[in-house]
T-cell receptor, first 112, second 118 residues
Framework: GESVGLHLPTLSVQEGDNSIINCAYS??????FIWYKQESGKGPQFIID?????DKRQGQRVTVLLNKTVKHLSLQIAATQPGDSAVYFC???????????FGTGTRLQVTL | GAGVSQSPRYKVAKRGQDVALRCDPI?????LFWYQQALGQGPEFLTY????????KSGLPSDRFFAERPEGSVSTLKIQRTQQEDSAVYLC????????????????FGEGSRLTVL
């Protein structure tokens, strides 16, 4: 399949370890944030979202943290598995627009 | 299948040719988005439809790009007189709810149409 990113920042973690993927956003007016996972040759897949009135949200094996003071978002994946290998994008929505603005992405490589 | 379907998956065009990319959203989804993803980049918004109405086309890069969704289901993205810089993956996404301020709804993306302009 095609590569979604040849020169992306890469995070390598061992299977079973926890992963933390970071994202800085630029628009202080953004009030809705989403993490997407994109495997090679596929479209982005929703992982978890968070609104600006929250600073933490948990899902199954994933946690998103939002720090509005420094405009920083992170995705934590517990007990990382080989199937988690992909490119991860954060996306933000500003209240006036229907669109999402995506970050440049981070490639997660899970080693055995 | 039950997901968003896009065709063709791959398209090679000579510079100057017109292309048409098709998106079949999930049945019943009112919102439909087109995004452009260049190699090594995140998707960039092109346009948004709510049913048949094109409510936002602010991301279309030039007047060579045109999108339609005449019956509120299938959508077509047309690129006229293709240029090399148009080479990218074009992603379609749909959502069951209208997109509104601060809540786009969960977007379901198709696998994309990869356009290569020679």
């Amino acid at each position: 399949g095609e590569s979604v990113g040849l020169h992306l920042p890469t995070l390598s973690v061992q299977e079973g370890d926890n992963s933390i993927i970071n994202c800085a956003y630029s628009n202080s007016a953004s009030d809705y944030f989403i993490w997407y996972k994109q495997e090679s040759g596929k479209g982005p897949q929703f992982i978890i979202d968070i609104r600006s009135n929250m600073d933490k949200r948990q899902g199954q094996r994933v946690t998103v943290l939002l720090n509005k003071t420094v405009k920083h978002l992170s995705l934590q994946i517990a007990a990382t598995q080989p199937g988690d290998s992909a490119v991860y994008f954060c996306a933000e929505n500003t209240g006036t627009a229907s669109k999402l603005t995506f970050g440049t992405g981070t490639r997660l490589q899970v080693t055995l | 299948g039950a997901g968003v379907s896009q065709s063709p998956r791959y398209k090679v065009a000579k510079r100057g040719q017109d292309v048409a990319l098709r998106c079949d959203p999930i049945s019943g989804h009112v919102s439909l988005f087109w995004y452009q993803q260049a190699l090594g980049q995140g998707p960039e918004f092109l346009t948004y439809f709510q049913n048949e109405a094109q409510l936002d086309k602010s991301g279309l890069p030039s007047d060579r790009f045109f999108a339609e969704r005449p019956e509120g289901s299938v959508s077509t993205l047309k690129i006229q007189r293709t240029q090399q810089e148009d080479s990218a993956v074009y992603l379609c996404a749909s959502s069951s709810q209208p997109s509104r301020a601060g809540d786009t709804g969960e977007l379901f993306f198709g696998e994309g149409s990869r356009l290569t302009v020679l």
